[in-house]
T-cell receptor, first 113, second 113 residues
Framework: DGGITQSPKYLFRKEGQNVTLSCEQNLNHDAMYWYRQDPGQGLRLIYYSQIVNDFQKGDIAEGYSVSREKKESFPLTVTSAQKNPTAFYLC????????????FGQGTRLTVV | AQSVTQLGSHVSVSEGALVLLRCNYSSSVPPYLFWYVQYPNQGLQLLLKYTSAATLVKGINGFEAEFKKSETSFHLTKPSAHMSDAAEYFCAVSTNTGNQFYFGTGTSLTVIP
């Protein structure tokens, strides 16, 4: 079945360490997105990519980095520069058409201790 | 700029009662609108989407939404709430000027037995 896979489901890291969240899709979508979700704040866009080897900053990109070397993969690195990294992270993908929906992975809950 | 506003961060209804979740959009061009549902510690699942084909849109699980341009609204309704409807609901908008999705802050629906 086609879909988006995020791994791991839960992730614990010590403060000051970088950590990479995985996102893989087999939907053949060109566009991929990373969102951060905090209680009461909805989904905030971190980075997005419309095509391989290209990506743009979203509203809260500081302290995060991404790469898009393959169409299927869009990993997110949470760096030590991110001041409050504990959150629920959601990856999504969509076709590059204006009237299409985004498909979401199951999310990764990152806890920094 | 595109945005959506969800009125009411928490809504409680009795089982069997009408569900009404409010969403107003702000867009300088005709929007594409979506409603998503999220269960705890999971990703978002599409309930329905408006793409200008019809103003009344029917989705999964008995939900529907009506696009009202004069009111810039896209409220979500369900005639009779079920216990399984308890979840977080997000309204989202995208436009044909860019492949980005903008989400509201969400409405948490509680169904009282």
């Amino acid at each position: 079945d086609g879909g988006i896979t995020q791994s791991p489901k839960y992730l614990f890291r010590k403060e000051g360490q970088n950590v990479t969240l995985s996102c893989e899709q087999n939907l053949n979508h060109d566009a991929m997105y990373w969102y951060r979700q905090d209680p009461g704040q909805g989904l905030r866009l971190i980075y997005y990519s419309q095509i391989v080897n290209d990506f743009q900053k979203g509203d809260i990109a500081e302290g995060y980095s991404v790469s898009r070397e393959k169409k299927e993969s869009f990993p997110l690195t949470v760096t030590s520069a991110q001041k409050n990294p504990t959150a629920f992270y959601l990856c999504a993908s969509s076709k590059r058409q204006p009237n299409t929906e985004a498909f979401f992975g199951q999310g990764t809950r990152l806890t920094v201790v | 700029a595109q945005s959506v506003t969800q009125l009411g961060s928490h809504v409680s209804v009795s089982e069997g009662a009408l569900v009404l979740l409010r969403c107003n959009y702000s867009s300088s061009v005709p929007p594409y609108l979506f409603w998503y549902v999220q269960y705890p510690n999971q990703g978002l699942q599409l309930l329905l989407k408006y793409t200008s084909a019809a103003t009344l849109v029917k989705g999964i699980n008995g939900f529907e939404a009506e696009f009202k341009k004069s009111e810039t609204s896209f409220h979500l309704t369900k005639p009779s709430a079920h216990m399984s409807d308890a979840a977080e609901y997000f309204c989202a908008v995208s436009t044909n000027t860019g492949n980005q999705f903008y989400f509201g802050t969400g409405t948490s629906l509680t169904v009282i037995p």
